[in-house]
């Protein structure tokens, strides 16, 4: 019987012929990933097993990004035994502070994400690495212990949906419009569990750093993963990543897929998530008008080069408005780097917004930009929870890119096709 | 294996956030943990609780972030197993690893008041509500998942299995 990318992943990591969905299975973990959060975490777990560190078997990628750099003492110390941890890693790399940048597109730029991997991290937006074939999800810190210290975790073989994305995207509407669609249409429970498939002439069409946002956010969909099969956009992001060889895991022909859903997306118009979920979905006209104080853009999500662009290209010769902060954090030091050359920075700072280093802090509510109880703010980051990103008084809408720069020069949410230019 | 406590009633999507919000992520001492269980809510909740109570919730408890201290404060504020509607996946098997009874019966939220008696037991799938004589049958746990359980969780069940594993290898290497 046909198998489908997660079933083909879990089976070839677990030695098995075939599995279907209920089977748990014990696979073998190719990479594990931690960061300034999650190393200091597994060293309770790794001494309850017994363990002295990182089994040889395993690539361990260390990549300091919540608490960067230290806010204060605590993070300090988790910084510094990090980085003590880091020395007894013989089989990965290590991302000092000025070096890497936000976990999930460290591991990603730096060809550590492979497809048809089985990748292990204790953050939740590890499906980001579905976008690159690969089978990343996140766990707690005793599951990524165990897979760090035996190279062995168990998994239980998710159901698999497919969904197929047909038609043309329209101009101002991007990837980021596209997941808050999908989640404001299917909710946060209906694939608990499950595993995504996703295809068809908008996924063909759009870029990886695209596919990465969609990926990324599928986390807030319940799925223990979300999987986009390898292609030439793929093929060309992993060489110059400096990926030489890797080996594609396609889904069966006939694979069994629990439900398939097509859906044209022709007509989809920019969409913000209100609060306080990342399924409340509205478009765009809806909410427009709404007073903000704080615009973030930045994060795992949307803090990618062609972010910076398309934010830039509607930020170039305007000004944020005078009621507005606008926080731009750059997801890599890369990412910082190519957008100084192109002179994407000085828009930014022109027009009035922070440039931060690339770092969690702002989306997580840890540091760099909190917000105030009765605030609101727009951001192109994954959650809008009550407290996520400060106080619990605070109201966060999630939205593109796009809408984020046009919000902050309006200073109330605003749509980006109003802001665009003729060019 | 099975626990019995009062009701505390939480709704749908109860996010780990809530549970454990972002700012304590530095924090891992497990004294320090309990104090701010469910703090995005109800920040009195440590105080309120009485050892072996039930928290029953709306679908998808416990989504977001993976953070396993969401489902370490709830064990270490004395909660003794959480019974909801639906877990979100990462939530679910924390709980589990961490020895804390969770099961999943659709709907059960909508029945259950705070404040009720409650009994869980996990292994034979059955949830009784004392109060209002109401019972619910559900899937008895997989195996796999109640020697965890049984084992006092994750760290044990494979320390066990770790050992196992390098006192055979010793016998080998004797041969």
Redesign the interface.
């Known amino acids: 019987m046909g198998m489908t990318i997660v079933e083909k992943i879990l089976a070839k990591n677990s030695g098995s012929q075939s599995i279907v969905p209920g089977d748990i299975v014990d696979a073998r973990v190719d990479v594990v990933m931690l960061h300034d959060i999650g190393t200091p975490g597994i060293q309770r777990p790794l001494k309850g097993l017994g363990l002295d560190g990182p089994s040889p078997d395993v690539e361990c990628v260390i990549i300091p990004d919540h608490f960067v750099p230290a806010p204060h003492v605590q993070a300090a110390d988790n910084l510094k035994l990090t980085r003590e941890f880091s020395k007894r890693v013989k089989n990965g790399a290590y991302y000092e502070i000025g070096r890497g940048g936000v976990c999930h597109q460290v591991m990603c730029e730096r060809g550590h994400v492979k497809p048809g991997q089985i990748i292990v991290a204790p953050d939740s937006h590890a499906t980001t690495y579905g976008a690159l074939g690969a089978l990343g999800t996140g766990f707690g810190v005793t599951d990524v212990a165990i897979a760090l210290g035996t190279g062995n975790l168990w998994f239980l073989v998710p159901p698999t949906t497919k969904i197929i994305l047909n038609g043309n995207l329209k101009d101002g509407v991007s990837a980021k419009d596209v997941i808050l669609y999908l989640l404001s249409k299917f909710g946060e429970e209906r694939f608990i569990y499950s595993a995504i498939e996703l295809e068809g002439e908008i996924i063909e069409a759009m870029d990886m750093e695209g596919r990465m946002c969609i990926a990324n956010l599928a986390y807030e969909l319940g799925v223990k993963a979300c999987l986009i099969k390898p292609d030439a956009t793929t093929e060309t992001y992993l060489r110059s990543a400096g990926v030489r060889e890797f080996s594609a895991v396609m889904p069966d022909a006939d694979a069994q897929y629990e439900s398939v859903i097509e859906l044209d997306l022709s007509d989809l118009e920019p969409m913000v998530a209100a609060p306080h979920s990342p399924s409340n979905g509205q478009s765009v006209s809806d909410a427009a008008g709404v007073k903000i104080q704080q615009a973030f853009l930045g994060s795992c999500t949307n803090g990618r080069i062609g972010d910076l662009r398309k934010a830039a290209a509607i930020l170039k010769g305007r000004k944020v408005h005078p009621d507005v902060r606008l926080i731009v954090t750059p997801a890599s030091q890369a990412i910082y780097a190519q957008a100084l050359e192109e002179g994407l920075i000085s828009t930014f700072i022109e027009a009035g917004a922070l440039v931060t280093n690339s770092g969690c802090g702002v989306c997580l509510g840890g540091h760099l930009g909190v917000i105030a109880a009765g605030e609101t703010c727009i951001s192109t980051s994954n959650r809008n929870f009550k407290g996520r990103m400060g106080s619990f008084e605070a109201f966060i809408y999630l939205a593109s890119p796009e809408t984020v720069a046009a919000s902050a020069v309006a200073g109330v949410i605003a749509d980006p096709r109003d802001y665009r230019r003729n060019s | 294996m099975s626990a019995a406590g009062r009701v505390f009633k939480f709704g749908k999507?109860i996010?780990t956030?809530?549970i454990f919000?972002?700012?304590y992520?530095?924090?891992?001492d497990p004294e320090k943990l309990a104090e701010h269980a469910m703090e995005?809510i109800d920040p009195s909740f440590h105080e309120k609780i009485t050892r072996g109570d039930v928290i029953v919730a709306g679908?998808?408890f416990g989504?977001?972030?993976?953070?396993?201290q969401a489902?370490t404060t709830l064990k270490l504020a004395g909660v003794s197993a959480i019974v909801a509607d639906?877990?979100?996946?990462?939530f679910?098997?924390?709980a589990i690893?961490?020895a804390l009874p969770v099961i999943a019966i659709a709907g059960i939220s909508n029945e259950v008041s705070e404040g009720d008696l409650m009994e869980v037991d996990i292994e034979h799938g059955i949830v009784s509500d004392i109060t209002k004589k109401l019972t619910w049958k559900t899937k008895p746990a997989?195996r796999?998942v109640m020697e965890i359980i049984n084992s006092g969780?994750?760290?044990?069940y494979?320390?066990e299995k770790?050992?196992a594993r390098s006192e055979s290898r010793i016998v080998e290497t004797k041969e």
């Open positions: 999507n996010d956030d809530s919000p972002g700012k992520l530095v924090e891992f995005g679908p998808n989504c977001g972030s993976a953070r396993e489902a639906s877990f979100a996946r990462a679910y098997r924390n690893n961490n997989p796999f969780g994750a760290i044990s494979y320390r770790i050992e």
